[in-house]
């Protein structure tokens, strides 16, 4: 084979090998570039994710707090009273009608955030307040069911145990909460766990057993926020 063969031969395969190279260079380079185009997507859609939610809960918070401003506005006074510039309501009841439409459309616009959340827990208080009794307990139950971690979740299980008690059940509430008192780790404090007890024995017209609960919070928790309230229904010492 003469020498300019072999040469040609040699550059035929170099240049076989390289394209070869340079296709599978080429098909990777478009694997990569599709893998770090899906990256990006993927981080953008994250990116966007979270951008939304956090917009999401602003517009919510912003929402809760004008209901709230709407259920703690003043009223506006009697002929002759002092003029209250922001009042709009004649009644309390329309202020809480007005203020509970708008904690309804916080819940139903803003589900899944944590303003949604609390103004739950405001439709509960406006229902119990108007004696709805039954959807106020519903409304807590589902918020301490869903959110057992919640920072307001004690909120909703104190206003529960004190809507059973105001309904008939202050027996079995008196048990629960003699059950709690007991545990390691109850699910309140163990004074609000004891003022609790007393409103239920109280409820029951069971006077000496109301005491003995107040004056363990006097005893036991001298510091207890509810510690002042216990000694005025203990007595002198």
């Known amino acids: 084979m003469r020498r300019e063969h072999r040469r040609e031969l040699k550059h035929d395969r170099f240049v076989d090998g390289a394209g070869s190279l340079w296709s599978k260079a080429g098909e990777n380079q478009r694997l990569l570039i599709i893998a770090g185009t899906v990256v990006i997507a993927v981080g953008l859609g994250i990116y966007g994710f979270f951008v939304y939610r956090n917009t999401r809960e602003q517009k919510a918070q912003q929402a809760l707090s004008a209901a709230a401003d709407v259920l703690n506005s003043p009223l506006i006074p009697p002929p002759g009273g002092a003029p209250q510039p922001d009042a709009k309501y004649k009644t309390e009841a329309e202020r809480n009608a007005a203020a509970f439409s708008d904690f309804q459309k916080v819940e139903q616009q803003y589900g899944g955030t944590d ?5 739950k827990l405001y439709l509960a208080r406006l229902d119990a307040g108007r ?3 039954t959807d106020s307990s519903k409304l ?12 307001l979740v004690g ?3 104190f206003s529960l145990y004190q809507l059973r008690i105001e309904n008939g059940e202050a027996a079995q509430v008196a048990s629960e909460l003699q059950s709690e008192i007991a545990k390691p780790n109850p699910v309140l404090p163990v004074d609000t ?7 239920a024995f109280d409820a029951q017209g ?5 005491k003995e609960a107040y004056r363990r919070i006097v005893t036991e928790f001298p510091d207890s926020p509810y510690a002042l309230e216990a000694q005025r229904r203990v007595g002198p010492a």
């Open 193 to 199: 766990l004891l003022l609790l007890e007393a409103h």
């Open 131 to 133: 004696g709805d009794v």
């Open 155 to 157: 909120t909703a299980r």
């Open 206 to 210: 069971k006077a000496v057993k109301s």
């Open 115 to 119: 303003a949604a959340d609390v103004a």
């Open 140 to 151: 807590l139950e589902d918020f301490i069911h869903a959110h057992p971690q919640h920072v």
